[in-house]
């Protein structure tokens, strides 16, 4: 069937919607942004049979709506209505949601609905539950709905027949959002966080300055005695602000746009206030990692192990024999501090004596590559980026050259460029069925590196490897499988992934003939590095890399600005449009 998809951005939630129809057979085309003249020119192109809109900020024209079918994504319940709808549900504390899809009319949100799918809210941020639960909810009611709709004979219920009464739900403005630090609970101030997150964020005031406050996560440990809405730690890049009975962690912060201003974008706490932040607040490290025979959790807040504890984005456990790192960075993105991190991490891991080390996310992204946000407010992104594809390179290739025990990357979530290329330097790719890869650089204007020119061709083979850089399509899980980028799909729910990861880890920990596969993967690496070392592949890429980072009118810089600023991509890059993650490379 030709189905149209109409949205406002190619988002996580487009672009899962895309794959897995394209995997079903049917043949699509895509609009996003662009107005209501797109819209039609993007009907007389395709001459669709079906409309979808997965994400859509205005409504679809009526000459459109009115001539096809046009169904529309909605997360939320039958009769639920605004645009707020996440925002709502989260603030409120519920424990169940929806996703309704719902014929367009001139009414927005109150049309016939086709399919409705529930899901189970979890104790996390908005865009981390819209990319995971809702999104499995989302997919499962458009692939219900588009079946309703082919087989001809479906007729759509009334908004009146399924629900009570229409509960219209105004946008929910700052003032609603506002922290209330020496009123509200720790409790409440999460929920405030975390409703807002990742956009618009939470705008309150903090070292003389306004700032849209971006992610919170509790502190368990620490007790401040200390102002409520005072800074009293840092770890890792973020701040930890006191709050009447406790203390949450607040990754990053966006300053408030100037009037006639340039666009301001996200950037980790600590480097968002820079010297405003007193030199008296200490860096708080986590916990330490296990000692020999242990089994817990620690941390690669440094070292990859450190004293004290509480939240920390890297953490290092050992489960049933296998070693996992696990790590969380916002929206995917790695600057170098974090790519060196995960490397100490990483090689603390390597000094435990585990057959299996599992590295990877539990739930949400897995990683998106270099930190286009921390290198665009560098006072010389070039030379940040060079810094960060650098310590991108470390990282993957001591994985690559980790010869001693078998290693696999599991993907929680999402992944895209450079971190998709680390997962494929691990000897096996665990990824959970609901994640999208984009395993391509060309929507930034790269090249590319992290050893893509060995290890996605190692994988797929050369014409497909070339293919998939030069189509520069989102992939499911299931068709990442199908091509060879992923080893094991992992049918879990989004809060179930880690559990069934550690699981299938202290089997493969247990299994016969662990050895020999290690030895023959050794020898594999020998055979490799002696026809190309691993050296010539990064030095060959790099190459390539190096001349786009430096060339100021190289396509990347004005791509890159307008991801990490949210302006409209140049016409005359083509590009398209990057999704919601933080980092592209």
């Known amino acids: 069937m030709r189905i149209l998809l109409v949205a406002s951005a190619f988002n996580s939630l487009t672009q899962r919607v895309y794959a897995e129809l394209t995997d079903l057979g049917h043949e699509l085309d895509t609009v996003c942004g662009g107005g209501d003249d797109a819209v039609r020119e993007a009907v007389r192109r395709h001459g669709p049979e079906l409309i979808i809109a997965p994400m859509l900020r205005t409504a679809i024209p009526e000459d459109v709506w009115s001539r096809y079918v046009c169904l529309v994504v909605h997360p939320g319940p039958p009769g639920d209505r605004g645009p707020s709808s996440l925002d709502w549900a989260i603030s409120s504390g519920a424990r169940h949601w929806a996703v309704t899809v719902l014929q367009a009319e001139a009414e927005m949100d109150a049309g016939d609905i086709w399919a409705t799918v529930p899901f189970a809210v979890p104790e996390t941020g908005k865009s981390d539950v819209y990319r995971n639960e809702a999104a499995d909810a989302a997919t499962a009611a458009v692939r219900l709905a588009v079946g309703r709709f082919a087989s001809g004979d479906w007729k759509p219920q009334r908004q009146d027949e399924i629900a009570a009464e229409p509960c219209p739900r105004p946008y929910f403005r700052q003032e609603l959002r506002r922290i209330d630090w020496a009123a509200d609970s720790s409790g409440t101030v999460l929920r405030k966080l975390r409703a807002a997150d990742s956009q618009p964020g939470v705008l309150d005031e903090l070292l003389g300055a306004e700032w849209f406050l971006h992610g919170g996560h509790p502190e368990d440990v620490l007790r401040p005695r200390a102002a409520p809405g005072e800074i009293v730690a840092t770890r890792a890049g973020a701040v930890c602000r006191a709050t009447r009975d406790g203390a949450v962690w ?176 691990a000897d096996e790719v665990w990824c959970r069925a609901g994640a999208v890869l984009n395993p391509h650089y060309r929507r930034m204007g790269l090249y590319g590196s992290e050893y893509w020119t060995y290890t996605l061709p190692r994988r797929v083979g050369p014409e497909a490897a070339r293919r998939l850089m030069r189509e520069a399509l989102p992939m499911s899980a299931a068709a990442a499988a199908g091509a060879g980028l992923v080893d094991r799909l992992v049918a879990a729910a989004p809060g179930d992934f880690a559990g069934e990861a550690q699981r299938m880890a202290a089997e493969l920990a247990q299994a016969g003939g662990l050895a020999e596969r290690v030895a023959a993967k050794a020898a594999a690496r020998a055979r490799d590095e002696a026809a190309k070392p691993l050296a010539d592949y990064r030095r060959e890429e790099l190459a390539e890399m190096y001349r786009q980072f430096a060339g100021r009118h190289e396509p990347y810089h004005a791509l890159r600005r307008a991801f990490v600023r949210k302006e409209p991509v140049p016409a005359a890059d083509g590009a398209g449009g990057t999704g919601d993650a933080g980092g592209r490379g």
């Open 250 to 425: 607040i990754p990053e912060l966006r300053p408030r746009r100037k009037p006639g201003g340039p666009a301001t974008f996200k950037m980790p706490a600590v480097d968002a206030l820079g010297a405003r932040l007193p030199r008296s607040v200490p860096e708080v490290p986590a916990g330490a990692a296990p000692s020999a025979g242990e089994s817990g959790s620690g941390s690669g807040s440094g070292n990859g192990r450190a004293n004290g504890a509480g939240r920390s984005d890297i953490r290092y456990e050992e489960r049933g024999g296998a070693g996992f790192v696990w790590f969380s960075f916002p929206g995917g993105a790695m600057s170098k501090d974090h790519c060196r991190r995960l490397l100490a991490a990483y090689r603390h891991a390597l000094s435990r004596p585990t057959p299996v080390l599992v590295f990877g996310s539990r739930r949400d992204f897995f990683s998106n590559g270099i930190h286009l946000g921390v290198i665009e407010a560098a006072a010389d992104p070039a030379e940040e980026s060079r810094a960060n594809i650098d310590a991108m390179d470390d990282l993957v290739e001591a994985v690559l050259r980790t010869t001693d025990r078998l290693v696999v990357a599991a993907l929680g979530g999402n992944a895209a460029a450079g971190g998709v290329m680390l997962a494929l330097a």
